[in-house]
């Protein structure tokens, strides 16, 4: 059972270019987030999904698009990459039904550096 | 949106001291959880505590919702808690949305 998987690990991008970041989660989760952290700071809250085919706007959602075609995917991307999007992205799913459903489970991070 | 205060923000213990660390809200408290980020970054969900007290080993923690407080209890310390400890509630205070984040305790065990 892998939980809540993203890709890739470390990425390193010019301003300008363009780069999507996938999660994938294999616990059937409804809801799906994308959070960034910077340092000294908690996570932000950039977009998320409360299930196939739609999404909502966080905390911080501009310079970013995401789509979530497959319930268990939900894509970040950034169309035209700049610095102040240098960050640490971190992708989370939460099952939403029952007692426990906020409990989010996070994924191991994206660490992106925009030169 | 609800704001999250955690303190202290930095914390240095020597191995098998014991330490509280608190979070304020501003607003209600429905759905609040820990979170321990390790050195290597991943995100480890703690406790489920949106009222209360809960305990997991040397770990417990407590809510008061009325009050917009939670305390994370750590009871002898290990090299291996290390890390920066976040609490975290709804986005909307109990909504469809995502978590809002203190800034976390930066927490350092010493052997």
């Known amino acids: 059972n892998a939980g809540v998987t993203q890709t890739p690990k470390f990425r390193v991008l010019k301003t300008g270019q363009s780069m999507t970041l996938l999660c994938a989660q294999d616990?059937?989760?409804?809801?799906m987030y994308w959070y960034r952290q910077d340092p000294g700071m908690g996570l932000r809250l950039i977009h998320y999904s409360v299930g196939e085919g739609t999404t909502a706007k966080g905390e911080v959602p501009d310079g970013y698009n995401v789509s979530r075609l497959k319930k268990q995917n939900f894509l970040l991307g950034l169309e035209s990459a700049a610095p102040s999007q240098t960050s640490v992205y971190f992708c989370a799913s939460s099952y939403r039904r029952g007692p426990r459903g906020y409990i989010q489970y996070f994924g191991a991070g994206t660490r992106l550096s925009v030169l | 949106g609800i704001q999250v205060e955690q303190s202290p923000p930095d914390l240095i213990l020597q191995e098998g001291a014991n330490s509280t660390l608190r979070c304020n809200f501003s607003d209600s408290v429905n759905n609040l959880q820990w979170f321990h980020q390790n050195p290597w970054g991943q995100l480890i969900n703690l406790f489920y505590?949106?009222?209360g007290t809960k305990q997991n080993g040397r770990l417990s923690a407590t809510t008061v919702a009325t009050e917009r407080y939670s305390l994370l209890y750590i009871s002898s310390s290990q090299t291996t808690d290390s890390g920066v400890y976040f609490c975290?509630?709804?986005?909307?205070?109990?909504?469809?949305?995502?978590?809002?984040f203190g800034k976390g305790t930066h927490l350092i065990i010493q052997p």
């Open positions: 975290a509630e709804p986005y909307s205070g109990g909504g469809a949305d995502g978590l809002t």
């Open positions: 616990m059937n989760h409804e809801y």
């Open positions: 505590i949106p009222s």
